[in-house]
């Protein structure tokens, strides 16, 4: 990170950001071109060991290159607040995000693909328990990304 004065490195301030946020952009390599996806997530942490889940169709870009090309990059962002100043030059941003590497993976196990789908509504809803039906789970597809590398900023 070149601005180190602008690094968190506080996991209680990182954690209450992620928490707060809805939207995780994924970035793939496909083929010398770059595809980005916004998702929502939801995600635990385990002592500092990040994984995010998400979910989408059984088919497509995202879920071919999710068994293609599993190591991925992402990005968090939040808190935006234009500066303004009397100068163009002079404008500024406040801001908040966490970018990072890891590596997906597609959830077979039904007892996992529930536990990732409450992770996601617990953090679009704020509650953890729902119910899903076998036609429901059979036709979505459920994603794991396990964080490699991770940091966070903010100005």
Avoid at 103 to 120: A, H, V
Wanted: proline share 2%.
């Amino acid at each position: 990170m070149k601005r180190k004065d602008r690094e968190i490195t506080d996991s209680s301030a990182i954690e209450a950001f992620i928490a707060k946020e809805q939207i995780l952009r994924i970035a793939f390599y496909d083929d010398g071109d770059i595809y980005i996806v916004p998702v929502n997530y939801g995600y635990i942490n385990d002592n500092g060991k990040y994984c995010f889940y998400f979910h989408g169709a059984g088919a497509g870009r995202k879920y071919e290159l999710s068994k293609n090309s599993p190591k991925i990059g992402f990005e968090i962002d939040g808190g935006y607040e234009l500066l303004e100043a009397d100068t163009a030059c002079g404008f500024s941003a406040r801001f908040q995000s966490v970018i990072g590497t890891g590596t997906l993976s597609l959830i077979e196990n039904k007892n996992e693909k529930i536990k990732g789908l409450n992770t996601l509504m617990k953090q679009t809803t704020a509650r953890p328990e729902w119910s899903y039906d076998d036609a429901m789970l059979n036709g979505v597809a459920v994603f794991r990304l396990d964080v490699d590398k991770m940091s966070c900023k903010a100005k």
